[in-house]
T-cell receptor
C-alpha cells in the first residue's frame, strides 16, 4: 500500500535559519503530494501541494518540489520565524486509486526559537 | 475553498459512555472522511462517510464502535461508542472539494476519556 516517511523530529532552529524537512513516499499510482501544517491547538491546514512530477508547490515562503525519480517531496524554507513553530505533515492522495483518501507521514514538530 | 465546522472542540467523558461529533461543511464536498490522531502520532483514517449509505471502514475500525452518518452532502457525524481511555485522541473530519483532491479539515475534537 501507499506510505509516507518523514524525517523524525523534533526539529529546533533559531529564527532566520534554513529549514529542510525530508519526505519520501511509496505509491502504486501517480499521487498528488501535500504538506499540511498543524499549529498548537488547531486542526490541519493545507500548506502547499504538487500534483505531478517536477511541480513546485509554494506558500508563505515554504517550497517543495515533486521529485518522481527520488520519490521525494522535501519541505524547505529559507528563513524560519517563531510563528512557523508547528507540526508539519507530509501526505499523498490519489483520486484514481484510493478515492481521495490521504496517507500521512508521522509528522515533524518544528520549534523556532527567537 | 470549503470550510468545515466541527463540534465539540473538546470533551472529557466517562468510561462506557458515547460521544457524537458533528461536522458541517459550508459547501458540497464529494467525499468526507473521519481521521483519528492519537497523542504524538500521525493521522489514521477511520472511515469514509458515504452519503445515504453505510460508511466504509478501514482495517481495525468497526461500525459498532464508530457509527457514522452522512445524511446529505454537507453534514456528517461520528459517534465514539462505549468509550475507554484508549479512545482518548483527536478526531478530525475532512472533505474533498469538487474538482480537486485537496483535503479540507475541521478543527478537530480533543477527546479525553477518564
Amino acid at each position: 500500500g501507499d506510505s509516507v516517511t518523514q524525517m523524525e523530529g523534533p526539529v529546533t532552529l533559531s529564527e532566520e535559519a534554513f529549514l529542510t524537512i525530508n519526505c519520501t513516499y511509496t505509491a502504486t499510482g501517480y499521487p498528488s503530494l501535500f504538506w499540511y501544517v498543524q499549529y498548537p491547538g488547531e486542526g490541519l491546514q493545507l500548506l502547499l501541494k504538487a500534483t505531478k512530477a517536477d511541480d513546485k508547490g509554494s506558500n508563505k515562503g515554504f517550497e517543495a518540489t515533486y521529485r518522481k525519480e527520488t520519490t521525494s517531496f522535501h519541505l524547505e524554507k529559507g528563513s524560519v520565524q517563531v510563528s512557523d513553530s508547528a507540526v508539519y505533515f507530509c501526505a499523498l492522495s490519489d483520486l484514481n486509486t484510493n478515492a481521495g483518501k490521504s496517507t500521512f507521514g508521522d509528522g515533524t514538530t518544528l520549534t523556532v526559537k527567537p | 475553498s470549503a470550510v468545515i465546522s466541527q463540534k465539540p472542540s473538546r470533551d472529557i467523558c466517562q468510561r462506557g459512555t458515547s460521544l457524537t461529533i458533528q461536522c458541517q461543511v459550508d459547501s458540497q464536498v464529494t467525499m468526507m472522511f473521519w481521521y483519528r490522531q492519537q497523542p504524538g502520532q500521525s493521522l489514521t483514517l477511520i472511515a469514509t462517510a458515504n452519503q445515504g449509505s453505510e460508511a466504509t471502514y478501514e482495517s481495525g475500525f468497526v461500525i459498532d464502535k464508530f457509527p457514522i452518518s452522512r445524511p446529505n452532502l454537507t453534514f456528517s457525524t461520528l459517534t465514539v461508542s462505549n468509550m475507554s481511555p484508549e479512545d482518548s485522541s483527536i478526531y478530525l473530519c475532512s472533505g474533498v472539494g469538487r474538482g480537486g483532491e485537496k483535503l479540507f479539515f475541521g478543527s478537530g475534537t480533543q477527546l479525553s476519556v477518564l
